[in-house]
């Protein structure tokens, strides 16, 4: 049996909301197909990938190979018999939806197909220099960070690191309000954390000016523990021996809520790549959510070819392109990550598992995904929730319940990926969804 899981298994996740799987071939990943909010012209999807090849004329030897490489991350040759067995059934599936039927072997010349973990790594390289001006930045942050009152901690049995600042509000964690019950102290209610996951670049440097804008959002005795995870393999460190699986990854986070008080939930915030990490915790461990503010995703749609194309493949024509693909995207570290550790099927988020405190925050002029496009999915997604909704009794009032059930989705118009964090409108706007959302979140939390 291959390392990964069979299509199967990385898909029991989606398939509990009567998920039709349609096996279409996208960036040698898989597309979805589900009553139209997930992909609503998947043949077209199918089609588009081999263009300008015929997809009439496409080999099922190739097509076995693709979906080895995508559902199973491995090569051909190491398939079972009943992997692929099971293969053969997706390509005879396609067959009959689409009503062709693919030749044993390619018509003609394939053109060039990405092949995310099987491409070589492409890197480009740095002077030692640039690294030490990376480290240096980084003692910076660790300096600022510390004047705020954040400690940096390790995680329990784990390589990965956070910083903690503690709450202000009194008895925040489960302990302390257990112990003030007792004593019939009066203090605050109970709070959720903060778990902020960064995006690829520079880690927390990028992150400084928004992190200190949260730290003063709060008012005097509101503010909830914020707890900042460290991803150094994404983030330009050379020094990185170990990289996280995203199981791992998922388990080191709960272990970090655990161990700074017994919280089992927390509110995330998550920017990029963070979003990632999101819907691997989403995925395997949704328990720990309590709501998220996703800023720039990237883990929606990963069946369309835009997000691997954007960003590791794409020749660069703008200066913000060229920037992002010589100095984050083309690093070495980087680029070794989503060629070799990068699993898409642990980490895609289908928008009807979102949970019901979530905010979405996109950039117009985003360089890595499709805005546009994202946002009628989600769309989309919010009419299909709203529907369901609605034939669902609750117990809640009105009110809170059509909050509950629809996804919130802002749209940062003229901002490019990553902008929000040095544009002061923006910034106040990402900075004003995550305390609204914690507010509303320690409310349900009180009356529970």
Not at 52 to 57: D, M, S
Not at 287 to 301: I, K, M, N, R, T
Request: proline share 6%.
């Amino acid at each position: 049996m291959c390392p990964y899981h069979s299509i199967t298994l990385c898909f029991d996740f989606s398939i509990h909301l009567d998920f039709k799987l349609y096996y279409t071939v996208i960036n040698c990943l898989v597309g979805i197909k589900t009553c139209n909010v997930n992909s609503p012209n998947p043949h077209q999807h199918v089609r588009d990938y081999f263009s300008p090849h015929p997809v009439e004329k496409v080999g099922r030897d190739d097509l076995q190979r693709l979906l080895a490489e995508s559902l199973f991350n491995c090569l051909l040759s190491q398939l079972t018999a009943a992997d692929l067995l099971e293969i053969d059934n997706y390509i005879s599936l396609v067959e009959q939806d689409m009503d062709i039927r693919f030749p044993p072997h390619t018509i003609g010349t394939l053109p060039p197909l990405m092949r995310l973990h099987f491409d070589p790594v492409v890197a480009y390289a740095k002077p030692l220099l640039f690294y030490g001006a990376v480290r240096s930045a980084d003692l910076c942050s660790d300096l600022m960070l510390w004047a705020l009152g954040f400690r940096r901690k390790q995680v329990a049995g784990s390589a990965l690191t956070y910083w903690v600042l503690e709450g202000d509000s009194g008895c925040t964690t489960p302990a302390e309000a257990a112990a003030c019950a007792e004593s019939g102290t009066v203090t605050s209610p109970q709070q959720h954390p903060v778990m902020f996951i960064h995006g690829v670049g520079l880690g927390l440097v990028t992150y400084v000016t928004f992190i200190n804008s949260l730290v003063g959002a709060y008012r005097p005795g509101s503010r909830p523990p914020l707890l900042l995870l460290e991803l150094p393999h994404v983030s330009m460190k050379l020094n990185v021996e170990v990289i996280p699986s995203m199981p791992d990854t998922v388990n080191s986070i709960a272990q970090a809520l655990w161990q700074e008080g017994g919280y089992t939930q927390a509110q995330f915030v998550v920017h990029s790549l963070g979003s990632f990490i999101f819907g691997a915790v989403q995925y395997m461990r949704p328990s720990l959510v309590a709501g998220v503010v996703l800023v720039d995703p990237v883990c929606f749609q990963l069946w369309e070819p835009s997000v691997m194309s954007n960003f590791c493949y794409r020749v660069p024509d703008t200066v913000m392109q060229i920037l992002m693909h010589y100095h984050i995207t083309h690093e070495l570290t980087i680029n070794h990550y989503f060629h070799r550790h990068f699993i898409w099927t642990d980490c895609v988020l289908f928008a009807e598992n979102l949970p019901a405190y979530s905010c979405v925050v996109l950039s117009e002029l985003d360089e890595i995904i499709n805005a546009p496009g994202v946002n009628s999915y989600l769309q989309r997604s919010k009419r299909s929730r709203s529907l369901s909704s609605e034939r669902e009794e609750t117990g809640l009032e009105g009110g809170r319940e059509e909050r509950r059930s629809e996804v919130q989705v802002q749209m940062l118009a003229g901002r490019h990926h990553g902008e929000w964090n040095v544009h002061l409108p923006s910034l106040r706007q990402v900075v004003g969804a995550v305390v609204d959302m914690g507010r509303d979140l320690d409310t349900d939390l009180a009356l529970a």
